[in-house]
């Protein structure tokens, strides 16, 4: 076997330092060129990792800034949707001012309701009844009291009472009772019976009643009393006196829907009608909305199980019926012809816009006039007319397709505020989870912000089409209404999402200042200095030299003894 090389401890000595050398001279070349001190978890564990996580953290909220970035443009449509829907209803409302213009421009006068006032010098402010020199009235007494009963033409009533138990909580001295203090009391009674009617005083103090309905058909009267009736405040004392007074109709062309039924010889002169048994009942539709069925037999209305009943006795049922159903109460009104047999419903309010629909229901067995159960060619359609003499030019029915083409555009608007497939301002159900928009502002979704998606069509904002073209006052008012509302609607949600959009651009610029945090923080962990690792480069370079000069003069003894050796 060959003998191991046998090498000098010096030529040993300057080997291993260049080896040393190298190794470090690598490791400076590296750092220079990742210009990263700390490349792999041997270089430094803790620094390595701590940069790692921080460098993910970023990683993970960069990601994020892009949803961000996509919610506030898909706010930013949502409000420029509500600008331009703003300016549709703006628009939509001019064309219902012009429509009322229209109407207040034209010959004749609206439907009044019913108004029944006290009778002259019975004055609440002291001339003519027995109020004070100041105008108050005293009802401290256990007997003082003033009490009437309030009646309609549809069945309501309302009895008013005056006494010591009704104004005690609600006035400032029971012995000097304001006329102010009476009306309100009055009108929260009223109100408690349905708000069929309103109290108010006159210029000179008399107290006055108006209907809610409007037309002939209302109709007021002021009756009832009695012993305890002791405080008068403008109809007496004791019994009163019935008062009545009945509305007018309008004078501008408009009509009610009416639907008369055939006549029926029995319910005429000869009264010998008979529900004993059998059933009469009829169906009952006002517009587009649902049927009621008016039961008429003896089982629904014991006042029917005669077997003389005339038309004013069949009518006085319905009306009960109709009074009895809060949905049409004061809408429709049944009227009677005793001489011809007939019976008539027709609506209360004029227009265009009413219709009333007649039949017979599905058990009737007696006619009134609509048929029996099966029977459709008695039916009866009633139609009304708006006011002529205001729409004669068909200006109202322009503006009213203008206004109906608006609301169009409007649903339209709505529909197309959308970014990135979601929508602010459109959804097709009522759950407001369907357009919510959720934006995340941390990794883990601890952070976040729900933004809650309206519904601004036109249905949304609650504006309905027309349908009766503008033909009545009434319509035109319920239109403007709705456009008050859903402006101020419109005005709220704009300030929500303005909220809402403050609070995503805050944490968008906060998600990137923690991003450049985390990036300068990881650098900081990793970097190297540049200064310094050029520096050990030429110092590493210089001592390899010298490493290199050694070895070689380690080796000349050897050399020496080859010299000899030749």
């Known amino acids: 076997m060959p003998s191991e ?21 690598a490791t400076t070349q590296a750092r220079l060129s990742t210009q990263k001190k700390v490349n792999s978890a041997l270089d430094n564990p803790v620094n390595y990792f701590a940069a790692q996580s921080m460098t993910a953290r970023s990683s993970d909220l960069m990601s994020l800034l892009d949803g961000i970035s996509n919610g506030i443009q898909t706010v930013q449509a949502a409000n420029q949707g509500i600008t331009r829907i703003q300016g549709l209803v703006d628009s ?106 309103t109290a108010s005083l006159t210029n000179d103090g008399r107290l006055t009643f ?16 009695g012993a305890a009736n002791t405080v008068d405040v403008g109809f007496g004392v004791g019994t009163v006196t019935a008062v009545s007074a009945s ?35 009829i169906t009952l539709q006002l517009g587009n909305g649902l049927s009621k069925t008016i039961n008429l037999n003896k089982v629904a209305d014991a006042s029917l199980g005669s077997a003389t009943l005339k038309a004013q006795d069949i009518a006085n049922a319905i009306n009960k019926q109709l009074n009895a159903d ?83 555009q409007i649903s339209m608007a709505a529909q197309d505020a959308r970014f990135q497939g979601v929508n602010l301002l459109y959804r097709s159900g009522s759950d407001p989870r369907e357009n919510t928009l ?48 859903a402006a101020s609607t419109l005005r709220t949600q704009a300030s929500t999402f303005g909220s809402n959009m403050t609070v995503v651009q805050n944490r968008q610029a906060l998600t990137k200042s923690i991003v450049n945090i985390l990036d300068v923080g990881a650098s900081n962990l990793t970097i190297a200095d540049l200064n310094e690792e050029t520096a050990n480069q030429k110092a590493l370079e210089l001592r390899n030299s010298l490493a290199i000069s050694a070895l070689s003069l380690a080796s000349q003894a050897q050399q020496g003894i080859l010299q000899l050796l030749r």
């Open 5 to 25: 090389i046998t090498l000098s401890a010096a030529t040993r000595q300057n080997l291993l330092s260049l080896q040393d050398t190298a190794s470090l001279l």
């Open 92 to 197: 939509a409302k001019s064309a219902a001012q012009q429509a009322l213009a229209v109407q207040n421009t034209a010959a004749g006068s609206t439907a009044t309701g019913a108004v029944v006032a006290a009778a002259n010098g019975k004055s609440l402010l002291g001339t003519g009844t027995g109020a004070a020199a100041d105008g108050t009235h005293d009802y401290s007494g256990t007997n003082a009291a003033s009490s009437f009963t309030l009646t309609d033409n549809f069945g309501n009533t309302a009895s008013i009472t005056l006494d010591r138990a009704h104004l005690g909580t609600n006035v400032r001295d029971i012995t000097k009772v304001t006329s102010t203090e009476i009306l309100t009391q009055i009108n929260q009674q009223l109100s408690q019976a349905g708000g069929f009617a």
């Open 210 to 225: 108006t209907s809610a309905v409007t037309g002939v058909d209302a109709k007021l009267t002021v009756g009832g009393g």
């Open 247 to 281: 509305g007018i109709d309008a004078t501008d062309g408009s009509a009610k829907a009416n639907a008369t039924g055939a006549a029926i010889t029995a319910l005429g002169i000869a009264s010998n009608f008979d529900l004993t048994s059998g059933d009469a009942s």
């Open 326 to 408: 809060t949905g049409i109460s004061g809408k429709v009104i049944a009227t009677y012809d005793n001489t011809a047999g007939t019976i008539a419903l027709r609506t209360t309010a004029a227009g265009g816009d009413q219709k009333i629909t007649v039949t017979s229901a599905a058990a009737s067995t007696k006619d009134i006039g609509f048929g029996t159960g099966g029977d459709v060619t008695k039916a009866r359609i009633g139609a009304g007319a708006g006011a002529t003499s205001a729409n004669g030019t068909n200006q109202r029915a322009v503006l009213a397709q203008q206004f109906n083409d608006l609301l169009t």
């Open 438 to 485: 959720h934006l995340t502002f941390n990794e883990k979704d601890t952070s976040f912000l729900d933004i809650k998606g309206v519904k601004f069509d036109a249905a949304g904002l609650g504006i309905t089409q027309i349908t009766g073209n503008f033909a009545t006052n009434d319509e035109v008012k319920t239109a403007l209404s709705q456009l008050t509302n």
